[in-house]
């Protein structure tokens, strides 16, 4: 006690005085809001991450870095994805060497992925999956591509030219693809 008194943690009353009181419910309040979320914000990163880069027949057949983990979520498990942690994200920014994004809608974005995959399934066009994922969170967001490219390691050209498949996916200009794409769907 008489250390503390010393140290002038300690008023004359014996009490704690108030920047010491003031600085430990800050950092109680820090621990409880920051540090807690941690771990679900970089879990929820790269298992969004990891749906986006990742092709359906590669989760099919690989178990990745998740072995128990769906080849395709339905909506209820997308719900996870709609849980955002901005102010940890910042800070993991900041303080670390990790690339994460605090992307909006996560679940959307999944939902469009999987969405463009059923339409791609039997086309011939040659993907590079990471950067289509790039590419749909570049689509679906308002996040500045040279930020996406950082967080997916893809080079920029790469992703444009995915916007492009995409585009012709969805929006085919000749009637013969355009009848192509509606057996597919049938």
Do not use: C
Not at 24 to 52: C, G, M, Q, V
Not at 154 to 164: A, D, G
């Amino acid at each position: 006690n008489e250390s503390l008194r010393n140290l002038h943690y300690l008023n004359r009353y014996g009490e704690l005085n108030r920047s010491l009181k003031r600085d430990l419910k800050t950092r109680e309040t820090i621990e409880r809001t920051i540090f807690e979320n941690i771990a679900p914000a970089l879990i929820s990163w790269d298992i969004f991450r990891y749906y986006l880069i990742t092709s359906v027949s590669n989760r099919k057949l690989t178990t990745g870095p998740f072995p128990y983990i769906r080849v395709e979520l339905d909506r209820q498990q997308r719900r996870v994805f709609q849980k955002s942690y901005p102010r940890v994200i910042e800070i993991l920014n900041q303080f670390s060497d990790i690339k994460i994004l605090d992307v909006k809608d996560k679940d959307l974005i999944l939902y469009e992925k999987f969405k463009f995959e059923k339409l791609m399934k039997n086309s011939n066009i040659k993907v590079n999956h990471p950067a289509l994922g790039a590419a749909h969170l570049d689509l679906n967001s308002d996040i500045d591509l040279e930020d996406i490219s950082n967080a997916f390691n893809v080079n920029e050209s790469k992703i444009k030219k995915e916007l492009k498949h995409i585009e012709k996916i969805k929006n085919p200009k000749s009637d013969k693809s355009r009848k192509f794409l509606d057996l597919i769907k049938k």
